[in-house]
């Protein structure tokens, strides 16, 4: 008796933890959502109050605003994630199977970059962007996105691939298919669950970066949402709720992709788990 009470109190300061837990994560969300309906005078004088009257056409006015500029970041973050899809899973199949000269080195230096800070890479990279002439454009984002998740994914699926029977490669070639064939018919689909986890995960990355397009574009309307949140204040100077109104509508693109690629992120972080 003493054991199975000692294990329900253990089970109740569990459950205690992990509703404090969800309770300071989501209640700055909750507070973020109650402010973007509401008035300077109710921010200002009722600001824990939820009561009306509430005030919808924050979100008209935020919409505005901020619309074109989650088509900018659609745009920047898909072709990114999809670049870097591509690239990375010809890399990993690439040092994963294939036999070159200078294959050891270029696969250590690529494992080497994944050593180094990001903001080490920030002037040389500006510098490049700016002789290559992408500068103020989405290409400087999408290419030197998808070349900075490039270390990492190459290396990630390059273990993946090589954690593979041979066999399987060895029937692909015995059935006449090249190294294309092979990729397109044999590596993809293995990798699918990787490629769903990376593509979210370069998606998430390049949505939320905040530097490289603030220094890369200076054209207000090809701004990424995430820059132009931080300008959003001066449209509306002082008035909470529009403003708040532009964050809560900016998370809603990240939510869905969360709630509809749950399940493939989970399949491919079990997969990448399994295989390393």
């Keep these: 008796m003493h054991g199975l009470s000692t294990k329900r109190n253990y089970e109740w300061l569990k459950h205690l933890f992990l509703i404090l837990t969800c309770i300071m994560l989501f209640y700055p969300l909750i507070l973020m959502v109650q402010i973007s309906f509401k008035d300077v005078g109710q921010v200002i004088y009722e600001f824990f109050q939820i009561k009306p009257p509430f005030h919808f056409e924050n979100y008209t006015k935020a919409w505005n605003q901020v619309s074109p500029l989650i088509v900018n970041s659609l745009i920047m973050s898909g072709g990114t994630a999809l670049l870097a899809v591509l690239l990375a899973t010809m890399g990993g199949y690439a040092f994963g199977r294939l036999k070159f000269p200078g294959q050891e ?104 970066d905040y530097i490289w397009p603030l220094v890369t574009i200076t054209t207000p309307e090809k701004r990424p949402l995430v820059v132009g949140l931080a300008y959003l204040a001066s449209s509306f100077p002082n008035d909470y709720g529009p403003l708040t109104a532009g964050y809560a509508i900016a998370c809603v693109p990240l939510a869905l992709l969360f709630i509809f690629g749950m399940r493939f992120f989970v399949q491919g972080m079990t997969s990448g788990a399994i295989k390393m």
């Excluded at 494992?111 to 700016?130: C, D, S």
């Excluded at 984002?141 to 490039?150: Q, W």
């Design 105 to 208: 080195i270029m696969y250590w230096a690529i494992f080497i970059k994944i050593l180094l800070p990001g903001v080490l890479n920030l002037i040389p990279a500006f510098v490049l962007a700016w002789k290559l002439g992408l500068l103020d454009s989405f290409w400087s984002v999408i290419l030197f996105g998808a070349a900075g998740a490039l270390p990492f994914w190459v290396f990630v699926l390059r273990m993946f691939i090589a954690q593979q029977p041979q066999e399987l490669f060895d029937c692909a070639k015995i059935d006449g298919a090249g190294e294309v064939l092979t990729y397109r018919y044999l590596v993809l689909p293995l990798l699918k669950p990787m490629i769903t986890l990376m593509a979210i995960n370069v998606f998430i990355g390049t949505w939320n």
